[in-house]
């Protein structure tokens, strides 16, 4: 005896969002169904909607249905000659939240691996050179994860401002090494910004 | 800076999951929104569709989107005389996968719980009474968790079927105390089915 059609359609679709396996997509279908149809129908709009309307900023790459995201869209942002270059949108927001950053940002969406096919033209690095050949930037501060994998695209990035008159420094690491820059609390991510180091 | 409009909305409706929080909500959306829009996007409307089309098998409750659920309709389960009553659709799951009860179930979707308003009424048990009353049943075997509750539960049900030609058992307590039916393995709820006990 299995269960419903349609049950059973909710449940394997569950299973689609990170970490949620065959027993707790089981938990949290019944539970919506139970208790909370209203919240889940707002979550199916809403979902739909953004998977089809979402996109990224045409200038830094982080998401948005706008064709630029507001902090590119920003007058003060556009006068600071600052260009931060980050792995996901995650870390803006983690960033954004030290109050210690007032620039622009590019979003990687990943980093270098060769492996997974992920190479410069992935990451979005002809767009970036654009930014860094229009003159409207300083420095570079490259901020991404303080990983292999980040450390890595970081000197690949490096390598890359050689051709461009901006200076070029990375976070320090008073970033917590091996560790998600999202998951890095403001004061440690407030001490890295300030010790920063020129590459 | 804030995020944009529809993924903040994206990442407040992720949180009418249950145990999913803001940190966890905003890594979902980020990771569908990079990763798996297909799959969001079908998830998104398969639970759009089991809001609105599943509700409740009209003779034991549990969830389906047909009038009738495949256990009550089916002709084998109708000639077994056997009446199981369980708290959630998902101890159904957990009792079919044992493959030793071949009868049929009423699911009470949930317990009496006077302090959240939960009384006979909410858990169906007028609809149980017709049921029993319609002798179409020899046994009715009492599968409530073994929680406080749930035992509480299973001796209101059995003084309530006191009135009808039907023996009431209450499954063996090879289940541990104090646990959820659903999470319990196989082997010891065959143990728990076949030590069940005349109340
Ligand atoms: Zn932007
Ligand atoms: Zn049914």
Redesign the interface.
């Known amino acids: 005896?299995?269960?419903?059609?349609?049950?059973q359609?909710?449940i394997?679709?569950?299973k689609?969002?990170?970490?949620v396996g065959p027993k707790?997509a089981?938990?949290?279908?019944?539970?919506?169904?139970?208790r909370?149809?209203i919240?889940?129908?707002?979550?199916?709009?809403?979902?739909?909607?953004?998977?089809?309307?979402?996109g990224h900023c045409r200038t830094c790459r982080t998401?948005?249905?706008?064709e630029q995201?507001?902090?590119c869209a920003?007058p003060k942002r556009q006068a600071s000659r600052l260009l931060c270059i980050v792995e996901?949108?995650?870390d803006?927001?983690a960033i954004?939240q030290t109050g210690e950053f007032i620039g622009r940002y590019f979003v990687l969406?990943g980093h270098l691996s060769p492996i997974d096919g992920i190479g410069p033209e992935e990451l979005g690095l002809d767009q970036l050179q654009n930014l860094l050949s229009s003159d409207e930037f300083d420095e570079m501060i490259l901020a991404t994860n303080p990983t292999v994998e980040g450390e890595a695209t970081a000197h690949f990035i490096a390598d890359l401002a050689g051709s461009y008159d901006v200076s070029v420094t990375r976070i320090a690491h008073g970033v917590p090494v091996g560790g998600e820059l999202?998951y890095v609390d403001g004061n440690t991510l407030s001490h890295a910004f300030s010790g920063r180091k020129k590459l």
Chains 1, 2 share one sequence.
């Open positions: 005896m299995k269960l419903s059609p349609l049950v359609e909710l394997d679709n569950l689609h969002l990170p970490g707790s089981q938990r949290m279908a019944f539970h919506l169904l139970e909370n149809r919240g889940a129908t707002k979550l199916a709009n809403s979902m739909a909607k953004a998977m089809e309307h979402i998401f948005t249905e706008l995201c507001d902090i920003s996901s949108p995650s803006i927001l954004e969406m999202g």
